[in-house]
């Protein structure tokens, strides 16, 4: 089995990279960069023996984990587009080249190799989102984007934010209510396709019963807890987790419409570079099936301020939706698209703020509160009409 300590060895950089003139290879922890899903991050610089040209000097990323969880799935969703598979080959312009994938789903270990963005002058985009986010908190934001000003901050958050759900879009309405890739049985490590095609209940409920069982152990808890959950919040979260079947879940996946979704869409998994506009989308350990619209709500709960959000919310989504006509998609109103934003959105947060109640700290855990709240009470979401969550 491969291990991070053979990443330095030259002969095996040599051999598995197709590199034969690197003279050296150099790794540096990146730690605690890798998010909560746990992957150890490296920055790697490989230095080839032509020393005297320009490109003498490759900045590349590797991205390691061990998880039994599926995050695994990532490293079979990078080899897919370097192997050209038609289902994912389209996503190449906006997702990172790769030099080098291993994955094994019996063990859960992965190692990718992939392009350093920040060396051709990628930020990551959640820093443009001003400090609304634990994510940003204590970091100087207007070193990080290069910005002067709030204007100048929000005049790139809005940029980015419309970039982002036009890029979603793009890859939702290539997918859209694609049995063809239902059907394929060589792409069934996605996240939920064996929940899409009608079984795999025991997985569906388990995932169920984590946040769920994370949620009755804060709502229940005495122990000294700092956050202040709202009543309407807790009211809404304990119906929809009332809710849970999988009965209704696959009744409503065969009425509503699925694509190929990121699953974890949010602006610190997608990176900017400001002299061209370009956007990067990054971290796909939950690449699966689902809702497209659903994903670009996750995006503004998990970041962005709700006043911001208030303000330019159905901009964002008009863009998302015209985005998804303009590339082939029909029989799908703007109304269907703004009722799977919401219901879709919350549902899925739902989900995320019973699980992450166990695994951030309070003030994370207020701050997550705080954007679900300000979301169900702007559109509207009460105990009667919420949904299930959505895993």
């Known amino acids: ?32 960069t890798g998010g909560l899903g746990g992957a150890a991050l490296h920055r790697m610089i490989i230095t080839l023996l032509d020393a005297n040209t320009s490109n003498s000097k490759l900045h590349l990323m590797l991205k390691s984990g061990v998880s039994q969880d599926g995050r695994t799935r990532e490293a079979f969703f990078y080899k897919a587009i370097r192997d050209r598979n038609p289902q994912f080959a389209f996503l190449s312009a906006c997702v990172i080249p790769t030099v080098y994938v ?18 051709s002058g990628f930020v990551q985009c959640g820093s443009f989102y001003g400090a609304c986010s634990p994510h940003n908190w204590n970091k100087n934001l207007q070193e990080l984007t290069n910005t002067a000003t709030e204007t100048e901050r929000r005049t790139l958050t809005h940029l980015i934010t419309i970039n982002a759900f036009k890029a979603a879009a793009k890859i939702h309405a290539r997918s859209w209510n694609s049995y063809v890739l239902l059907a394929d049985k060589n792409v069934s ?7 899409y ?9 388990a995932s169920q019963e984590y946040a769920a069982s994370a949620w009755r152990k804060t709502n229940s808890s005495t122990t000294t807890k700092t956050v202040k959950f709202d009543p309407h ?7 929809s987790f009332s809710k849970t079947s999988w009965t209704g879940f696959q009744t409503r996946i065969k009425t509503n419409p699925f694509s190929l979704v990121h699953g974890d869409y949010h602006p610190a998994n997608l990176m900017f570079r400001r002299a061209d506009d370009a956007l ?8 699966g099936l689902g809702s497209g ?72 855990v207020q701050f997550f509160q705080d954007q679900l709240l300000a979301f169900i009470v702007d559109h509207g979401v009460t105990p009667d009409n919420i949904e299930m969550p959505r895993v």
């Open 189 to 195: 490590w996605l996240r939920a396709f064996e929940w």
């Open 233 to 239: 919040l807790i009211a809404c979260m304990n119906a």
């Open 293 to 364: 619209p659903q994903d670009v709500a996750q995006y503004l709960i998990s970041h962005m301020y709700p006043e911001e959000r208030r303000m330019w919310e159905m901009e964002f989504l008009q863009a998302y939706y015209d985005t998804l006509v303009g590339d082939g998609v029909d029989g799908y109103s703007f109304e269907d698209c703004r009722r799977d934003y919401v219901a879709g959105g919350v549902a899925r947060w739902v989900w995320l703020l019973g699980l992450l109640t166990i695994l951030c700290p309070d003030e994370w």
């Open 280 to 287: 990067m989308v990054l971290d796909w350990e939950v690449v």
């Open 197 to 205: 095609n009608g079984s795999g209940e025991t997985s569906w409920q």
């Open 1 to 32: 089995m491969v291990e991070i300590k053979d990443f330095e060895d030259v002969e095996w950089a040599r051999t598995n990279l197709s590199l034969p003139n690197i003279q050296s290879v150099e790794l540096t922890s990146t730690s605690g």
């Open 102 to 119: 291993f994955g094994d789903m019996a063990t859960g270990t992965k190692h990718i190799i992939m392009d350093d963005l920040t060396a």
